[in-house]
């Protein structure tokens, strides 16, 4: 397992959008708050059947011969997959388009603990990662920057209900 950084904090970024203002904004938001405004039957839900996001995509032409694709993947998950310093698994497919290669998280509860008080508080990047959400917003990430989130149990990706409750906790909760 990889390690990560005993603290963290949960931040979105804004750009400039006047033209009088050049800067964007570095936008935080309160874990714990997000926990309390979160709709407790999304949450329930989130937390029983844990989460996974896809962190990259390499589409492979989907005809290609199984054998080649598996070599891609074995030269992918030993050469790239490496360079993300988390634990992936590469996965074919899991979003439903043909041939596209993804680089996905393991599972993962959407709720963590305080390393010093040990309180309940959300933090993950559902809000950001999920295609649900990042589709109704400008983006100029390319389509191998693109990541989906997906219920860990059956890695279909989130449904549009419970990434519309995500936002509307985290954006109430963002300072």
């Known amino acids: ?102 680089a996905v998280e393991t599972a993962e509860s959407p709720i963590n603990r305080h390393p010093v008080t040990g309180m309940p508080v959300w933090f993950n990047n559902a809000h950001n990662h999920a295609r649900k959400l990042r589709d109704r917003r400008p983006c100029g990430v390319p389509e191998v920057g693109m990541t989906e989130v997906f219920y860990a149990d059956t890695m279909e990706p989130l449904e549009l209900e419970d990434c519309q409750e995500i936002k509307r906790a985290s954006e109430k909760c963002i300072t």
């Open 1 to 102: 397992a990889k390690r990560t950084a005993a603290y963290a904090a949960f931040v979105c970024f804004q750009r400039a959008t006047e033209p009088m203002e050049p800067r964007g904004r570095f936008l935080v938001a309160d874990g714990a708050a997000i926990l309390a405004e979160m709709d407790p039957k999304v949450l329930k839900k989130l937390y029983d059947r844990k989460i996974r996001i896809s962190v990259s995509n390499l589409d492979i032409p989907p005809s290609f011969p199984g054998v080649v694709k598996e070599g891609i993947k074995g030269l992918v998950d030993a050469a790239v997959a490496p360079k993300f310093d988390m634990d992936l698994e590469m996965i074919y497919e899991a979003d439903g388009k043909p041939g596209r290669l993804q």
